[in-house]
Structure formats: C-alpha cells, structure tokens
C-alpha cells in the first residue's frame, strides 16, 4: 500500500504521508418545493411519440408507471370542473338577458357503460328563482347552425361525458352546477334552488 501521494515512490526522496484526497462532494438532492428549484416545463409534443416514452421509461417498474399514469390521469380529472364550468358559463350565462345562476342535470341510465349525467335532461336555475327545462342545444338561425355554439355543444357533451367517468353518478342522482362560483353540488334528490 502506497502511503505517499503520487504514483510512484521517488528514491532518495523522503515524504510524509499526505492526507488522503477528498471524497468527491455528493450530488445535490432536488428538492421541488424550493423556491430554487426552476420548474421544468415538459412539452406535451414530446410525449406524443409512444416509441420514444417507452425508451425512457423502459427501466421503470409496473408500480413506478402506474404511479406516473394516476398522477396524470388524477390531473386531467381535476381539470374537467373547471372546463365544464367555463363552457356552461359560455352557453347560459354570456350575452344572456337573463343569465343562468345554476344548471342542473340528471343521471340517464341507459348508457352500455352505466349511468351518466344526461346531456338531453338539464334544467336552468335563474336568479329569480324560476327553474326551467333546457333542451335544444341546435341554436339555430337564419343561416342555419352556428358553428361557434355547435363546437360550444360538442365540448359541453364530451366534457360531461368525461366528468361522468371520473365520478360515477348513481342512478336517481342531481348535479346542480353554480356558474356563479363554479362549484358542483352532488345530491339524490331535486334541488329547488
């Protein structure tokens, strides 16, 4: 064992023993809530590629790509309230004399894959306390469809579809939605306000 420093042992040169050379210094840890710490900003583009994210996750566990899969799942899930909201707010609310306070829906029972919130059997809650039937999602003019209430419609439908499967309803169950601060009230039974 070589006590001196250096590769080889000099003749005639008398050493002392050095102090051994530092350990290289750890690699930082990340830690994500410091406020350091730069978000990364992942482009959703990247991910497109199916050949390219199973390169890189291809030394993960089962568990490790459930993990990642419900936390991306459980993101999208917590978005679709919001967006509802936005597009119910589009259809009842802007531009409206009389603009809705609250939109309700009812389970339909008869989907192949269970129950869901009924597009078709929604009701309208106005300010003044009067409750109305909502049903003619078409709005047509003298031109015909317009596009721009058409494209409204299909978000709406496809949004309350996807809402339906990240929270089952049960059959007989009441959705009242509060355009006013966008909070969603769940029940079993009518809601008179």
């Known amino acids: 064992?070589?006590?001196?420093?250096g590769d080889t042992i000099d003749v005639g040169v008398t050493r002392t023993p050095g102090t051994a050379a530092p350990e290289p210094a750890a690699a930082p840890r990340l830690d994500p809530s410091a406020s350091t710490v730069t978000q990364v900003r992942?482009?959703?583009a990247f991910f497109a590629d199916a050949e390219r994210v199973r390169a890189l996750v291809a030394h993960w566990s089962r568990d490790e790509l459930y993990t990642l899969g419900n936390a991306l799942v459980g993101e999208g899930d917590r978005r679709i309230n919001g967006?509802?909201?936005e597009v119910?707010?589009?259809?009842?609310?802007?531009?409206?004399?009389?603009p809705t306070?609250?939109?309700?829906?009812?389970?339909?029972?008869?989907?192949?894959?269970g129950v869901f919130w009924s597009e078709d059997t929604v009701y309208l809650h106005y300010a003044d306390?009067?409750?109305?039937?909502?049903?003619?999602?078409?709005?047509?003019?003298?031109?015909?469809a317009d596009p721009e209430y058409a494209a409204l419609?299909?978000?709406?439908?496809d949004l309350l579809a996807d809402y339906s499967r990240a929270d089952w309803p049960s059959h007989g169950d009441h959705l009242v939605v509060d355009l006013t601060t966008g909070e969603f009230d769940r029940s079993g039974k009518w809601s008179l306000t």
């Open 88 to 98: 119910l707010r589009a259809l009842f609310v802007e531009g409206e004399e009389s």
């Open 153 to 157: 419609d299909e978000r709406f439908r």
């Open 42 to 44: 992942l482009d959703a």
């Open 129 to 144: 306390g009067t409750v109305t039937p909502f049903s003619d999602f078409t709005q047509e003019d003298e031109e015909g």
């Open 83 to 85: 967006e509802l909201v």
């Open 1 to 5: 064992m070589n006590l001196y420093p």
């Open 101 to 113: 306070a609250k939109v309700e829906f009812v389970t339909d029972p008869n989907y192949d894959e």
